[in-house]
Each structure stands twice: as C-alpha cells, then as structure tokens.
C-alpha cells in the first residue's frame, strides 16, 4: 500500500491572491477606461468610477494584507517564492495607490 503525501498547507477557500489579483485588475482597468471616456465627468459617471477605483484599492489592499500574513505565518518558506511575493507586493501596490489617489481627488469634487 503506499500512502499518499498530504500537502504541506491545506488548500483554503475564500478570499485569496489570486482572486484579488483578478477582480483588482479588471475593477482597475474597468476606473481607468471610464476615467478616459468621461471628459468633464458628468454625475452619472462620477459615482461608477468611485466604485470600480475602491474595489480595485480594497483588492490590492487586501493582498498587501494577505501576504504580510503568510509571512508572519509561516515565516520564510524557501527562496523559490521570493520573486512571487515581491511580485504580489509591486501588484498591490499597482492597484492600491492609484486607485487611492483618484479617490482622493475625484471624491472631494
């Protein structure tokens, strides 16, 4: 009989990288496309934008949180994932601060 291996972490639903990663992109590039084709930015598009710019904020957000996590978890995991984190990282931040400074700006007016 020969066993099989279990993995070293079980897989877990919900809320992950690579769900945030998706959903942040295409609420991202959905602001952005909006941004372009809204000159003047009447009120029917103001409150759109508003909502695409959060959710892509809270998405890369959320993985900045989601892989502090998995750092301060399970520590260094080998020198393999170093590249995909500091990628996740370069991604959050891609999401999470444009789309915080376009709500600053366009949310005062």
């Not at 919900?14 to 496309?33: E, S």
């Not at 260094?76 to 995909?84: A, D, K, N, Q, T």
């Amino acid at each position: 009989m020969s066993r099989r291996r279990q993995p070293l972490h079980p897989i877990r639903q919900g809320w992950t990288v690579k769900r945030a990663t998706g959903i942040g992109v295409v609420a991202g590039f959905a602001a952005l496309v909006l941004g372009l084709f809204a000159p003047g930015w009447p009120a029917a598009l103001r409150l759109p934008f508003l909502l695409l710019s959060g959710v892509a904020a809270a998405c890369g957000l959320s993985i900045l949180w989601i892989t502090a996590v998995d750092r301060l978890r399970y520590g260094r995991r080998g020198e393999r994932l170093v590249p995909l984190r500091v990628f996740d990282v370069a991604l959050a931040l891609a999401l999470a601060l444009p789309s915080l400074w376009a709500l600053g700006v366009f949310g005062d007016r």
